[in-house]
Structure formats: C-alpha cells, structure tokens
C-alpha cells in the first residue's frame, strides 16, 4: 500500500510559478513510477507527467512540456510538480499517482492516488 498525500496548490497570477508536492508513505515508494494527472471543472481528467521509479527518465504531456518539471527524491519519498509560465488553463485539482508501468498516461495504469491540490491560475 502507498498512501500520497499532495501539498503545494494554491492561487497565482498568470506567468507565475507554483511547486506541487507529494508525500508517500511506506517503503515501497522507490518502487513506483509517479505520476501527476489534473482535473478541471466539467473536464476530463488529463495527464500531466511522470518519472520512472530513479528518476532518470520522464515523459510530458505536450501542454505542459517546456513549462512544467517533474522530478523525485526518493529518500524523502517524495515526487516534485515544478510549474512555471502558469496560464490561466492550467487551472485544475492535480492529483498525484502511483504505478507500475512506465511511461503510463491513463489513469486506469496507476494504483495508487492521492486526495489533489488545487491550483488556480488567475489572468
């Protein structure tokens, strides 16, 4: 079992930046490859990006690649969302997820999900 707890939302200007945190428990982070998805209101819930289980690899959606960076400290088990050049359609509850497959970007792939952070992009 891995529990994710996610932190980091909030509300920001357009052109700012935010950094989304997500907390695991258990010892078996290390294990997974992560993941960050989003949801806005009345919209489907998308991929955003993820990070093999070391960190050495990641894979983008292409509406965030150039301006968002996903990154892990495993010792603190820990997974990064850096978000900079925010835009207004960024705006969304993004939840963190854990899973085995890697490069996976449908949430029915990842196992484990967090409760979201909410992140609202003014203009």
């Known amino acids: 079992q891995v529990q994710l707890v996610e932190s980091g939302g909030g509300l920001v200007q357009a052109g700012g930046s935010l950094r989304l945190s997500c907390a695991a428990s258990g010892r078996t982070f290390s294990s997974y490859h992560m993941g960050w998805f989003r949801q806005a209101p009345g919209k489907d819930r998308e991929f955003v990006a993820t990070?093999?289980?070391?960190?050495?690899?990641?894979y983008y959606a292409a509406s965030v690649k150039g301006r968002f960076t996903i990154s892990r400290d495993n010792a603190k088990n820990t997974v990064y969302l850096r978000m900079n050049s925010l835009k207004p359609e960024d705006t969304a509850v993004y939840y963190c997820?854990?899973?085995?497959?890697?490069?996976?970007?449908?949430?029915?792939?990842?196992?484990?999900w967090g409760q979201g952070t909410q992140v609202t992009v003014s203009s």
């Open positions: 990070i093999n289980w070391n960190g050495g690899s990641t």
């Open positions: 997820a854990a899973t085995t497959i890697f490069i996976a970007t449908t949430g029915g792939r990842y196992n484990y």
